[in-house]
């Protein structure tokens, strides 16, 4: 039934009770109630929204798993469309990139010239300038082809082009393509084995929850579970702060501190060539490997970072966005072309070219929803068309598909939020494997079935990575592995603790308020400021002391008593457990918000109390800044850029 149909069907019974004098009064009151509302708030020009809307709702109780009974961690269940989540929600208007459509396309490594270009001028002449890479930081135009044609031939993968037809017209843009590479086929066809090796396929959004996917991706993420049964983890935990944060252990299976030191301004740091990338395993085993992430002057291994010296895989998108971006190419298009699509394309590309050979593939894309979300509307469709293009070419017949985010929003408005908060600690993460690889491995695809609703952690990722690499080889992991593979049943007794997840980041936890005002809050917030002023003691000429200038809110850990308590099982068949110990009196933790002065900057961090000597504990990871820092540490941003969230220098711009 329809919203009109329902508001005629209560107009004519209120209309039939009017005939009825004893309840005239009454009815009449009510018809003019009902009228009233429907011509002041005029409900059915938010028809889509309040249906939107009332689903969400409807959600929370009925499409919501229930947690598992014995489960250490249960993480909440979140409604996408909660009130205080909804207010930050709005439409946003479909992408159009400006301009003609493109001249010419690439496929399978060839530069095509477009029909709708021919009919429109007739003969077109090009002229092709190659992306050559120096170095992380530089790309530059390579030697000129001349006076190409439909057909052509890529000698490497990005390329300038400027195209000019017979009454004068110009076409000038950039471009991506697989360009044919010998070396790497020589390499995969000496390396090929007999059995067929699963692709890996993945592309990412960064700074997007599960609930923010749900809410933004509607599209998409229907056809992405209900018509490829793709599992997503709704216990999906982050385990830092930031993306490379979230991407080192899925990459590397360590944290950043437990790598070779890489931050520029650092005594020793050396570029990230030698962590231990799982893509060069998967190289080794004969794969051709592709990585690539857009909008190059936030490069996950590069801001802070000292970057590759030389390319990381086979095929690396960053020499193509370094110029792009410096070329001042116009936001979210290339031309007629939207970026997202160019990099699903690039995608595609992979699979023009190297159909028949194993591939390790992860795009990640920014440029949507790093500082607006609800701007990832924008790439639904396209999302959408991308899935069904690729299932229908096979493309996933002998692939893992993974869509996924590191975490969820950071900077935006939603993160004042308590669901945003968590949120923030809970991304998107998505599997689906082709129906050959289920069948035969039915057991452990029924494990990871049941690890959707287990805390997992990117460390898992990695082993699952690891583990696909062989599938014969068993191993068996425990509650205490830091990192247990999907494809393993992760134990229900698995805590954060457990996985390696700071208290910070943990969304198992059951925070409750604390008074603003409370003495330990108060040292608590010093102590915070206090460590923030270390941290920038060496730069003081240049940065600013800061001072505390008021405390917007601080939650207290509160774990279930039990959680506390308990010590070990008192006897062999570990059933009766031992509750003797004496954490409940002795340790408290705090999560306090606060804004310091000069500059405003909103800092949230995990601090722990011992009551034992009233004295506080905290490291620098477990600091967090909620707002923009904008050029406020301009003096330190450059050459020592660690310090970019925590300096407020003296002389500002």
Known sequence: MSLVQSIQIMLMMCLRHLLRKKRRAVFVMSFMSILGYFLVYKPWAHSRQIKVFAQGMGSMFVDQPKPEENQTCVHPHMNPFDPSIYQFYQKETPLKCTGEPNWIRVYNGTVLFEDSAIEKYGEIACSLWPLVRENDFKTVLGAPEMKIKSGYQLKSDFFKIYCESSDGAKYVNFHSGISYNANVFQRVTKLRQSNPKLDILMFGFDSVSRMSWIRNLPKSHKYFTEVLNGISLEGYNIVGDGTAQALLPILTGKTETELPEARRGKSGAKTVDYHPWIWNEYSEKGYVTQWGEDVSSTGTFQFRMLGFRNPPVDHYYRTFEILVSNEGSPAFCLGSLPRHRNMMNWISDMYSMYR??????????????????????????????????????????????????????????????????????????????????????????????????????????????????????????????????????????????????????????????????????????????????????????????????????????????????????????????????????????????????????????????????????????????????????????????????????????
């Not at 990722?461 to 205490?480: A, C, G, N, P, W």
């Not at 997840?501 to 059951?510: G, R, S």
């Not at 915070?528 to 850990?557: F, G, H, P």
């Not at 904008?630 to 970019?644: A, E, F, I, Q, S």
Request: aromatic share 10%; charged share 25%.
């Open 356 to 653: 028949d050979f194993p591939k390790f593939m992860f795009l990640f894309h920014n440029e949507f929803s790093h500082e607006s979300v609800n701007a990832l509307q924008k790439a639904d469709d396209d999302l959408y068309t991308w899935l069904k293009h690729i299932h229908k070419n096979g493309y996933l017949d002998n692939a893992l598909l993974i869509l996924m985010s590191d975490h969820g929003a950071r900077f935006q408005d939603i993160r004042k939020s308590i669901q945003g908060k968590l949120e923030e600690r809970m991304p998107f993460f998505g599997l689906r494997f082709p129906e050959w690889f289920e069948k035969r491995y039915s057991n452990e695809i029924k494990n990871l079935q049941i690890n959707r609703h287990r805390l997992s952690t990117p460390f898992d990722i990695h082993e699952t990575f690891e583990q696909l690499l062989d599938m014969s080889k068993h191993k068996e992991f425990t509650t205490s592995d830091r990192g247990i593979s999907l494809f393993h049943e992760i134990p229900k007794t698995r805590s954060c603790q457990d996985a390696d997840i700071e208290p910070h980041w943990c969304a198992c936890l059951n925070w409750v308020t604390a008074s603003n005002k409370d003495p330990d809050v108060v040292k608590a917030a010093g102590h915070i400021v206090n460590k923030i002023n270390n941290i920038t003691e060496q730069q003081r000429s240049e940065c600013n002391k800061l001072y505390l200038r008021r405390i917007v809110n601080a939650v207290m850990l509160k774990l279930n008593d039990n959680v506390l308590k308990f010590k070990k099982s008192a006897d062999y068949d570990g059933r009766i457990p031992d509750f003797s110990d004496d954490l409940t009196s002795g340790h408290i933790l705090y999560q306090v918000t606060i804004v310091t002065m000069p500059g405003d900057g909103h800092f949230e961090s995990t601090i722990m109390h011992s009551k034992y000597d009233d004295s506080f504990k905290m490291n620098e990871g477990a600091i967090s800044r909620i707002n923009k820092y904008g050029n406020d540490p301009h003096c330190v941003m450059t050459k020592l850029p660690y310090l970019r969230r925590f300096c407020h220098c003296k002389l500002q711009k």
